[in-house]
């Protein structure tokens, strides 16, 4: 199993600019979750999934939007890209009330 | 806003000593409790997680739950440079509208094994 992928591992963005963030797990959790990690500290929560179909705001969901088409993916997509939304981010998945198992995280800067 | 707090840090400690992490939560109700040990760079990975009060023990790790308290502590005995990493506590909060699988972290207390 490779659990959890994230593309792209790296991305530079112009103010303004779009993109999306894929996370795809292959284990089969039917929750999803994106978080932000800015330089010392802890994650927040942005947006969650408890199964394909279904979305719910995190802590910080503005600036973001998601879909879960399937089980497998969670894409995260950042319309208008703004200073503020340099951080690194991670994706990660569970079963309902089971650990959570983290990508490798994409780390974007907006200039 | 709940919230969970971690001592600051950094914290630095000789090979083999014993590191200790601490962390308070302000939600009285909370059920689960986890350490997460992230490397500079790299993505957190769980190490212990906690449910009922007292001790817990995983080879050299130790998770300790004080829930009148509200403190959780993670102890690491024979500390070696590989431990060296930011440690983050993450609590699951009481139930909110089904929403009990969601965790709040701290910011993490970095902590450095020197040889």
């Known amino acids: 199993n490779a659990g959890v992928t994230q593309t792209p591992k790296f991305r530079i963005l112009k103010i303004g600019q779009s993109m999306t963030l894929q996370c795809t797990q292959d284990m089969n959790h039917n929750y999803m979750y994106w978080y932000r990690q800015d330089p010392g500290m802890g994650l927040k929560l942005i947006y969650y999934s408890v199964g394909a179909g279904i979305t719910d705001k995190g802590e910080v969901p503005n600036g973001y939007n998601v879909s879960r088409s399937t089980t497998e993916d969670f894409p995260l997509r950042l319309e208008l890209a703004a200073p503020s939304q340099t951080s690194v981010y991670f994706c990660?998945?569970?079963?309902?009330?089971?650990?959570?198992?983290f990508g490798p995280g994409t780390r974007l800067l907006v200039l | 806003q709940k919230e969970v707090e971690q001592n600051s840090g950094p914290l630095s400690v000789p090979e083999g000593a014993i590191a200790s992490l601490n962390c308070t939560y302000s939600?009285?109700?909370?059920?689960?409790f986890f350490w997460y040990r992230q490397y500079s760079g790299k993505s957190p990975e769980l190490i212990m997680s906690?449910?009922?009060?007292g001790d817990k023990e995983d080879g050299r790790f130790t998770a300790q739950l004080n829930k009148a308290s509200q403190y959780v502590s993670l102890l690491i005995r024979d500390s070696q440079p590989s431990d060296s990493a930011t440690y983050l506590c993450a609590v699951r909060p009481s139930n909110s509208g089904g929403s009990n699988y969601k965790l709040t972290f701290g910011k993490g207390t970095l902590l450095t094994v020197n040889p």
């Open positions: 990660a998945s569970s079963y309902p009330q089971e650990t959570q198992y």
């Open positions: 906690i449910y009922s009060n």
């Open positions: 939600d009285r109700g909370s059920q689960s």
